[in-house]
């Protein structure tokens, strides 16, 4: 089943090449003939703008665990041998703190269907039965429609391209890599018993963990549009979660940090 066929995303591929064409018209006189491709950058940023409130949702979601983490931690080494008392303490905890598990996993499920209209504009031949003439635009004499993959098998690439790419890459494998090294979620206490119905979520964080890895790689085998999509938005979910972070997680007082309080008694 192809799911850009399905009418809702088929019809906000639609909406999305419409304001994706008019941006680039707009542009043209300032860009000219990579009107289309700084359409892709601006278009990006502003779904990624309308989305927000789901960053802020996830943020808020990591602010939890991290801080019930000790707590979880104690209830389980106290309950260890009680998987019963262990469920009922961590349930009555989540629940006190107005969270679960999976908080902030339900809003990235619901931005999906956005996201995914908005790659299938990248990577479509077809919008509506008509060609998808986003994709016949250049970057630097390189064709949006065209992967590098493609260009190296139809040995049609150029300094300019291997530049242009690489430099796609590197800023997504920065971001990925810094957002893995300072965003990361602490791991959920573990016992050599877990409770049952409590779910282990570290195999899950583990992939959520290297998919921006991934994704560098998806980079050279999707349409040179996409590829600056996938760029963009790897790059403001970093930005965007290290200033929510920032707004939303209070810094630690500097005793925690093995500082010495210079008005302390």
Known sequence: MN??????????????????????????????GSAAALAIVVFTLGVRAVLIPVGVSQARAERTRRRIAPKLAELQKRYKKQPEVLQRKMMELYRAENSSPFAGFGPVLLQMPVLLAVYGLFITPTIGGAPNHLLENELLGNPLGTSLITAIGAGTTTPLTWVLYAVIVVVIVAAAQTSRRLLMPPPMPTTTERAPGV?????????????????????????LAAALYLMVTTTWTLVERLVLRRLLNPPAPAAAAGEVQPNAG
């Open 199 to 223: 779910p282990d979520l570290s195999g899950l964080t583990r992939i959520l963990g290297f998919l921006p890895f991934l994704t560098a790689v998806f980079a050279t085998f999707v349409p």
């Open 3 to 32: 799911l850009y066929e399905f009418a809702p995303i088929r019809a906000l591929i639609s909406v999305a090449n419409s304001v994706v064409t008019t941006l680039t018209d707009l542009l043209e006189p300032i860009a000219a």
